[in-house]
C-alpha cells in the first residue's frame, strides 16, 4: 500500500525556510517533517512512500534536504491561493489517488511496520473520537456562524457529544469511498462559503469537514474502519498518555502524534534529540542548511560536548524506561552545564508570551545565548518546589538511598519527577 505525506504553507514562497509550522522554531519544524518522513522509510521497506506540495517545498525536501521519498508529486499552488485551511492540502492529495493508500501527517513518527491487515482494509483511520469539549465548541461556532452541516453529517451529533476520526492516519482500498467523500467537502464548502468567508475563526471548520465528514459517511454508508488506537478516545484523553510526559517515561515509543503540543519544548528537544541520535547525517544537513538561509539556529551555540553529554544522558534514560531497576543503581547530580537564572517578574512575563522560544530567549530575556539556552527549564518547567528538590542533588546522590525516606504513595511521581529532570538534562547519571 502506497504511504503519503503532504506539506504545503503558502509563506514558504516569501520567507523560505523560516516557517515554524507552529513549533517553537523553524529549524525543529523541518527535523519533524524529517523524522516523520525518515521511520516511515525505515519501518515500511516494502511500501512506497510519496510526498505531495507545491514546487516551493519540494525543493526544499528533495534538493535541499534530500528526504527519501520514493516520489514528489508537485501540485498546483494556484488552487491553494487565499486558503485558509490547513487541511485542504492533504484533501487534493487524497483527491489525487487511485490506488490503496494511508497518509500520515508530518507530525507523526511511526517506529513499528503498519499491520499487514491494513492492505486489505477498506477504510482507516487514526482512532475513533467522542468528544464534549473543543468539538461542542466548534459546533457552538457553526451554529453561531450559520455554518451548516451536510444531512449526512447529522450522524454526528449525539446529544452533548460529537462523534468524529482523527485523521493524522486515514486511507483505505476503498478509493471510490475517497472520491464520494471529495465531493462531500466540495458540497459543504459551496454550501457554506459565504458564512465560512466571513467568519473569523476559519481555523475551526477544518475538522468538520474534514474529520467529521469522513465519520458522517462511513457511518451512512456502513464502512467499517480499521483504526490505529482501537479504543474510542472520549474528550482527547489518549490511551496512552499526554504526549509530553509519554516522551519522557516510555521507551521505546511505537507511535506518537505531536497535535496540539508542538509549542511544548520537551516536544521540540524530543524531535531534536531523535533526529541527531537515529538520523546525524540527515540532521546536520537540515542544520546547514537552514544556517546558510538565515535561519537562527539555536543547536549550534551548544558546544559539541555538552551536545554529546545530553546524547549520553537520553540514552541512560531509554534504559531506565526499558528497566525500572536500572535507575536504582545510579548515582545523579546537577549537570554542571546548568544555569538557574533569576528573572525578574518582567522577564517572567516576556518568557511565559514567547512560550519559551529556546531559538531567541536570550533576545528576549538579554541574556547570552548559552545561558539561556541552558537555563530555560528552571523558569518555564519547574515550580520553586520542584527546583528546591534538585538543589539536593549538588552533589553526587544515590535514587535508591532517597526513596527509602518517601512514602510509598509518592514514589512514583518523584520517579518521574527524576526522569523529567534527566530529560531536561538538568540531573545527569554518573
Not at 485558509?84 to 490503496?100: E, F, H, M, R, W
Not at 539556529?297 to 560536548?305: A, D, G, I
Not at 548559552?370 to 528546591?388: Q, R
Request: one cysteine or more.
Amino acid at each position: 500500500m502506497n504511504i503519503l505525506q503532504t506539506y504545503y504553507d503558502d509563506r514558504i514562497h516569501e520567507h523560505g525556510l523560516d516557517i515554524s509550522g507552529r513549533y517553537l522554531n523553524s529549524v525543529i519544524n523541518w527535523l519533524s517533517i524529517a523524522y516523520s518522513c525518515l521511520t516511515l522509510k525505515k519501518n515500511n521497506q516494502k511500501s512506497p512512500l510519496f510526498f505531495y506540495g507545491d514546487s516551493d517545498i519540494v525543493h526544499i525536501l528533495q534538493d535541499l534536504f534530500k528526504l527519501p521519498y520514493d516520489e514528489y508529486n508537485s501540485f498546483n499552488s494556484h488552487i491553494l491561493e487565499g486558503n485558509k485551511y490547513y487541511c485542504l492540502p492533504k484533501i487534493i492529495t487524497y483527491s489525487l489517488q487511485n490506488a490503496p493508500f494511508i497518509h500520515i501527517d508530518t507530525d507523526i513518527f511511526v517506529n513499528n511496520p503498519f499491520p499487514q491487515y491494513w492492505d486489505k482494509s477498506d477504510l482507516i483511520a487514526q482512532h475513533q473520537e467522542h468528544d464534549s469539549t473543543f468539538y461542542k465548541l466548534v459546533y457552538d461556532y457553526l451554529k453561531e456562524s450559520k455554518v451548516k452541516l451536510l444531512d449526512i453529517q447529522k450522524v454526528c451529533i449525539d446529544g452533548s457529544y460529537i462523534n468524529s476520526y482523527n485523521l493524522g492516519i486515514v486511507g483505505g482500498c476503498d478509493i471510490n469511498f475517497f472520491k464520494e467523500y471529495i465531493q462531500c467537502i466540495k458540497k459543504f464548502m459551496t454550501i457554506n462559503h459565504r458564512n465560512m468567508y466571513s467568519a473569523e475563526q476559519k481555523c475551526l471548520f477544518n475538522v468538520v469537514f474534514e474529520q467529521w465528514m469522513f465519520y458522517a459517511l462511513a457511518k451512512n454508508r456502513n464502512k467499517p474502519v480499521s483504526t490505529f488506537y482501537h479504543e474510542i478516545v472520549k474528550d482527547f484523553v489518549m490511551p496512552n498518555g499526554f504526549v509530553p510526559e509519554r516522551i519522557v517515561n516510555q521507551y521505546p515509543i511505537d507511535f506518537i502524534h505531536i497535535m496540539e503540543h508542538k509549542k511544548h519544548v520537551r516536544c521540540n528537544s524530543f524531535v531534536a534529540r531523535n533526529m541527531l541520535l537515529e538520523f546525524p547525517d540527515t540532521y546536520e544537513r537540515i542544520l546547514k542548511e537552514c544556517y546558510k538561509n538565515g535561519i537562527d539556529v539555536p543547536q549550534l551555540s551548544v558546544p559539541k560536548k555538552v551536545t554529546q553529554d545530553q546524547l549520553k544522558q537520553q540514552i541512560f534514560l531509554n534504559q531506565i524506561n526499558q528497566d525500572p531497576s536500572f535507575l536504582l543503581n545510579l548515582k545523579l547530580q546537577l549537570s554542571p552545564y546548568i544555569q538557574f537564572l533569576e528573572l525578574s517578574n518582567k522577564q517572567k512575563e516576556v518568557l511565559k508570551k514567547k512560550n519559551a522560544d529556546g531559538s531567541k530567549i536570550g533576545q528576549y530575556l538579554n541574556i547570552k545565548a548559552f545561558d539561556a539556552y541552558m537555563g530555560i527549564y528552571h523558569n518555564y518547567l519547574y515550580s520553586k518546589n520542584l527546583s528546591s528538590i534538585l538543589w539536593n542533588f549538588k552533589s553526587p546522590r544515590n535514587i535508591d538511598d532517597i526513596l527509602r525516606s518517601i512514602p510509598e504513595n509518592s514514589k512514583k511521581a518523584f520517579i518521574f519527577f527524576i526522569k523529567q529532570a534527566i530529560f531536561d538534562n538538568i540531573l545527569i547519571c554518573i
